[in-house]
């Protein structure tokens, strides 16, 4: 037995199993990388939903209701199922690529020893519970056996029942990967699909990216990808020096409100941009006058979303914008003029940044190269039902992520006024920063 845990909450008894599509893609269909993709190649999505028991008289899903479903959805989404491959032919040094050979989505069944609701009240505490929800694996060491999808299903001793879905980034960014475990919810629902259209050939190279948008500038690859300090060869994990930890903090829509009203935000000035200068503004002073040229600079990282297509993307691509910030002194600065700094970023398309960052090495990191805050406000993680039930808590964070640490914003649950903030630091600051945050927006400890 296996047994994973988070403070008293224990995950443990875990057994894998695989799901494939319906219909066979073949051995000799490949599936082409972008620069943009590639450049996340060290990167993971981790999202956690979390399903109270079902109502007296209504029976729980069942292992194999969930999983009937994954046959038709992976027919859509056929890549998702592939392994990597390197093509030894290619000029530019064994470049990977999907082959979609039908390996299939590995499935794990876990148990928890908690009720959801001892979760939840777990998580709304101390943060950093759903770490424990969803696989903690990587591709690699051997890419042919490295599944690009892990699907968690955990069960909780009340009846609940949780979603942890493990997401290489280097197939497609969070509001790809949200539209993707929707479609499998709405096929579980019995509800009307629209297919990928945007999935792009698997018989044909990408085209090479267009130009950017009007106003839109290129980012300087330094100051948003950092060289690994040895290839990492065929094991994709970010090398680290410091032991990251998965953090999680929730911001009340009464909080955000207050907070516009105490900085007399201007109406560029949004709600990520106010969570996330609290959070950099926190950080910096958690790590002081010795981290204090690492704090000045972060990342910024923005989603787009196709609105037409219900708040997320179809299809499989890494199209978000990549832009970075600097400040003199961050840990005093006024939290209103970090947030105008975020608001006024210069953004540069993925694929633009990994064009600038080819010429420095294969082995890049995105999230974590400087402290990354990620914009994730129009992604409707809540958005994922099966059936009648609706989900109780969801969290979306990136793993696999460099020394500076990384955090998500999106929309809580009650309809989205609240923000989940959710990432990974390094151990010793989730603590800190939790309390930090507390402090600026006036809630009791």
């Known amino acids: 037995m296996v047994t994973s845990s988070s403070g008293d909450i224990s995950v443990h008894s875990y057994r894998l199993s695989t799901v494939v599509p319906s219909s066979v893609t073949g051995e000799e269909v490949n599936y082409e990388l972008t620069d943009a993709d590639l450049l996340h190649k060290l990167h993971y999505l981790r999202a956690v939903h979390v399903f109270r028991a079902p109502a007296p008289g209504v029976a729980a899903l069942t292992i194999r209701e969930l999983k009937e479903p994954m046959f038709p959805w992976l027919d859509l989404y056929f890549p998702v199922s592939g392994r990597l491959r390197r093509r030894e ?173 105490q900085l007399g935000a201007s109406r560029h000035v949004g709600t990520f941009e106010l969570v996330a200068a609290l959070t950099w503004r926190a950080l910096a002073g958690i790590r002081g006058l010795d981290e204090e040229d690492a704090t000045r600079t972060v990342t910024v990282v923005k989603t787009i979303d196709d609105t037409a297509n219900g708040g997320g993307r179809l299809g499989l691509t890494n199209e978000h914008r990549i832009g970075h910030v600097v400040a003199t002194s961050p840990a005093v600065t006024d939290v209103a003029k970090l947030a105008a700094l975020l608001a006024g970023v210069s953004l540069a398309d993925a694929a633009t940044v990994a064009a600038e960052a080819a010429a420095m090495a294969d082995d890049v990191v995105v999230y974590g190269a400087n402290l990354t805050l990620v914009d994730a406000e129009g992604v409707d993680v809540y958005g994922m039902e099966l059936g009648p039930w609706r989900p109780a808590h969801v969290e979306y964070a990136v793993d696999g992520v460099g020394d500076g640490g990384a955090v998500v914003v999106h929309r809580d649950g009650g309809g989205g006024r609240g923000r989940t903030v959710a990432g990974v630091v390094r151990r010793g600051e989730a603590d800190r920063l939790r309390a930090a945050l507390r402090d600026a927006l006036r809630v009791a400890v």
């Open 89 to 261: 032919e290619a000029a530019d040094g064994e470049r990977p690529y999907v082959r979609c050979n039908d390996c299939g989505v590995r499935i794990v069944e876990a148990t928890c020893d908690a009720t959801v609701d001892e979760w939840m009240e777990a998580e709304a505490a101390r943060g950093g519970q759903c770490k424990v929800l969803a696989y903690d694996k990587v591709i690699g060491p051997e890419l042919f056996f490295s599944p690009l999808l892990y699907v968690q299903v955990t069960s909780f001793k009340c009846g609940g029942m949780a979603l942890g879905f493990t997401w290489a980034h280097l197939i497609g960014d969070i509001p790809c990967a949200a539209t993707c475990f929707t479609t499998w919810a709405n096929i579980l629902s019995g509800k009307k699909v629209v297919p990928a259209p945007t999935l792009r050939d698997p018989l044909t190279s990408p085209p090479p990216p267009g130009p950017l948008p009007t106003g839109v500038a290129a980012a300087p690859p330094s100051a948003v990808v950092k060289v690994t300090a040895a290839p990492v060869g065929d094991h994709w994990a970010v090398p680290t020096t410091h032991d990251m930890v998965p953090f999680s903090f929730h911001v009340t829509e009464q909080q955000l409100k207050s907070l516009q009203l």
